[in-house]
């Protein structure tokens, strides 16, 4: 286990996750893994209200949403779920570049029958495509490096029509022990037992966070911490 002092500065370290040629099994095992990491630390329950908020505010006509970077699915297919219970018109799509990722994605929908779309698409170096009501990500701000982060953060506010939503890790020592406690209770994924560690060391604090936001052209952004160790990022279009 790293120096707890080491948490102090962001080091941002490649991901075995993102690794072009890992294992297709390996992979698996870690979407299953971040599924349930995903599920424990309430990823769906920090994001869903400001979604309701929207649907409300909008007479519950539909909304569309799009989740980048979306890895296993697994947000966007609770969000439906929560949406559909509520009463909610909910058009949701998600986008990742790895091909794996879109794939196990959309196996895990076909299951649910739920009307969700996923593709391939790399948001960081190509344009968010078309605009969407909400556009949001989870738990990827961390992988990138800070010029990046300001370019996502500004591509997003440049493609949604109401509302940027940024779930991610707040860089902390009880983050930190957190990931690596969990990773190794919730999984045998060793790709995730490396990878979890790594997220908080590479994760920006509030005070970073707003600090893209504001970099990026997100005037009014609020940037809370959410338990455990998260922080949601809001902006809406004036």
């Known amino acids: 286990m790293v120096l707890l002092d080491s948490i102090k500065r962001r080091n941002l370290q490649p991901e075995l996750i993102d690794r072009p040629d890992a294992e297709p099994l390996e992979l698996r095992g870690a979407f299953r893994a971040l599924e349930r990491i995903n599920w424990l630390s309430r990823s769906t329950w920090i994001l869903w209200p400001p979604i309701h908020a929207a649907a409300e505010a909008s007479g519950n006509s539909t909304l569309t949403v799009l989740d980048l970077a979306t890895g296993a699915g697994d947000v966007p297919l609770a969000l439906w ?23 196990f994605a959309r196996e895990r ?53 109401r509302l940027v939503l940024v779930n991610d890790l707040a860089r902390g020592r009880l983050g930190y022990l957190l990931a690596w406690t969990t990773a190794r209770v919730l999984t045998r994924s060793k790709m995730v037992h490396v990878d979890a560690p790594r997220s908080v060391q590479g994760a920006f604090t509030l005070a970073e966070a707003r600090l893209l936001a504001d970099h990026a052209g997100l005037g009014g952004a609020n940037v809370r911490g959410r338990w455990p160790c998260r922080f949601l990022l809001l902006w809406q279009r004036p």
């Open 109 to 161: 929908a076909q299951t649910a029958r739920a009307n969700i779309s996923f593709f391939r698409h790399d948001v960081v170096c190509d344009a968010i495509p078309d605009r969407h009501d909400i556009v949001m990500c989870s738990l990827f701000l961390h992988h990138l490096a800070e010029p990046a982060a300001v370019g996502l953060l500004a591509n997003m506010a440049r493609a949604a029509r």
């Open 81 to 103: 779920r929560k949406a559909r219970r509520a009463g909610i018109h909910l058009r949701i799509a998600g986008c990742d570049q790895s091909p794996h990722a879109v794939e």
